[in-house]
């Protein structure tokens, strides 16, 4: 009698080895797709981060030059600059950013947050300084199945705004903050006080209400900014601002292989001290005012050791 495996018994073992093939290979798949998110997932969080980190770090500082300050204080002053000062270039472009179709296309500002000095006992110090920082969506050169784009930065501490400019032969170096971007918007809101309606005249019998305390206020949008002009003119209106109050930036990324997406947004707040025009000093032989005791205001120049 021959010893061997008869028909049935191989095509039951090799049905049995087909599935255990088709399992292998179905928990080798899944594998490579969770490592794929996984690396997507963490691809995307270290691209956003260091574009959230640069641009609040640059957009929170943004701020007027103090000469641009002194050229609109004079004019509310109504005095006429100096020969010397007119020969100097005006500063412009402090604060401008443009769109298209809601699309972020460039956003400049000067800010005295600039990129990280370091300094020790022998090499330089630590100065404050203003800058100017530029931000440009362009198309990817890539050769890329669907279209995205790059962001770009510029910084330099000469604040003429034309040596920026992309045909300019001295222009500003520029370096690539982020790729593979699929769309980016930023959002520019100021804030207003909400003018509330008019109240009908109370009767005589009707308890006086009591005095506001705060005013309500409510927030302009828009997703271009160039409030230049009309704030160099328009000296008298304390509400139009140079600067906005926040900024919304939103950023939609490609992953590596442009299967996916996933979409940012974080908003970014301008300190509004930094922006305000200083009021026009009052005469100098005018008093101090007094407390509402009745008492004059202490003086902040005595020394804490004279006390006995």
Request: net charge neutral; charged share 20%; proline share 7%.
């Given at each position: 009698?021959?010893?061997?495996?008869?028909?049935?018994?191989?095509?039951?073992?090799?049905?049995i080895?087909s599935?255990?093939a088709?399992?292998?290979?179905?928990?080798?798949?899944?594998?490579?797709?969770?490592?794929?998110?996984?690396?997507?997932?963490?691809?995307?969080?270290?691209?956003?981060?260091?574009?959230?980190?640069?641009?609040?770090?640059?957009?929170?500082?943004?701020?007027?030059?103090p000469?641009?300050?002194?050229?609109?204080?004079?004019?509310?002053?109504?005095?006429?600059?100096?020969?010397?000062?007119?020969?100097?270039?005006?500063?412009?472009?402090?604060?401008?950013?443009?769109?298209?179709?809601?699309?972020?296309?460039?956003?400049?500002?000067?800010?005295?947050?600039?990129?990280?000095?370091?300094?020790?006992?022998?090499?330089?110090?630590?100065?404050?300084?203003?800058?100017?920082?530029?931000?440009r969506?362009?198309?990817?050169p890539?050769n890329?199945?669907?279209?995205?784009?790059?962001?770009?930065r510029?910084?330099?501490t000469?604040?003429?705004?034309?040596?920026f400019?992309?045909?300019?032969?001295?222009?500003?170096?520029?370096?690539?903050?982020i790729?593979?971007?699929?769309?980016?918007?930023?959002?520019y809101?100021?804030?207003?006080?909400?003018?509330?309606?008019?109240?009908?005249?109370?009767?005589?019998?009707?308890a006086?209400?009591?005095?506001?305390?705060?005013?309500?206020?409510?927030?302009?949008?828009?997703?271009s900014?160039?409030?230049?002009?009309?704030?160099?003119?328009?000296?008298?209106?304390?509400?139009?601002?140079?600067?906005?109050?926040?900024?919304?930036?939103?950023?939609?990324?490609w992953?590596?292989?442009?299967?996916?997406?996933?979409s940012?947004?974080?908003?970014?707040?301008?300190?509004?001290?930094?922006?305000?025009?200083?009021?026009?000093q009052?005469?100098?032989?005018?008093?101090?005012?007094s407390?509402?005791?009745?008492?004059?205001?202490?003086?902040?120049?005595?020394?804490?050791?004279?006390n006995?």
């Amino acid at each position: 009698m021959k010893q061997g495996f008869n028909l049935i018994e191989l095509l039951i073992a090799m049905a049995i080895g087909s599935m255990l093939a088709i399992i292998i290979t179905q928990s080798y798949s899944t594998m490579n797709q969770s490592v794929q998110i996984i690396d997507n997932i963490i691809d995307f969080d270290a691209r956003i981060g260091i574009v959230t980190a640069q641009i609040k770090q640059d957009i929170s500082g943004a701020c007027i030059p103090p000469r641009v300050q002194q050229e609109r204080m004079k004019k509310m002053e109504q005095k006429k600059p100096d020969q010397k000062e007119n020969s100097i270039k005006p500063l412009s472009h402090i604060f401008y950013a443009t769109e298209n179709n809601k699309q972020f296309q460039l956003l400049t500002c000067i800010t005295n947050n600039p990129l990280q000095l370091y300094w020790s006992s022998s090499i330089g110090s630590a100065k404050p300084r203003l800058v100017r920082v530029v931000y440009r969506l362009k198309p990817e050169p890539l050769n890329r199945v669907k279209p995205s784009f790059i962001l770009v930065r510029q910084e330099a501490t000469t604040l003429d705004f034309d040596l920026f400019a992309e045909g300019n032969e001295q222009k500003i170096r520029e370096y690539e903050l982020i790729n593979n971007i699929k769309e980016m918007s930023c959002e520019y809101l100021t804030a207003v006080q909400k003018e509330e309606p008019k109240q009908d005249i109370q009767k005589k019998d009707a308890a006086p209400t009591a005095p506001q305390t705060s005013q309500p206020i409510e927030y302009k949008s828009s997703f271009s900014w160039n409030q230049e002009e009309q704030w160099q003119k328009d000296t008298g209106n304390e509400q139009l601002l140079l600067i906005p109050n926040i900024i919304v930036v939103a950023i939609t990324l490609w992953d590596n292989q442009q299967k996916s997406t996933k979409s940012y947004q974080f908003p970014i707040t301008i300190i509004p001290d930094v922006q305000q025009l200083p009021a026009v000093q009052k005469n100098k032989n005018e008093k101090p005012a007094s407390t509402p005791g009745g008492t004059p205001p202490p003086n902040n120049n005595s020394s804490r050791g004279e006390n006995k």
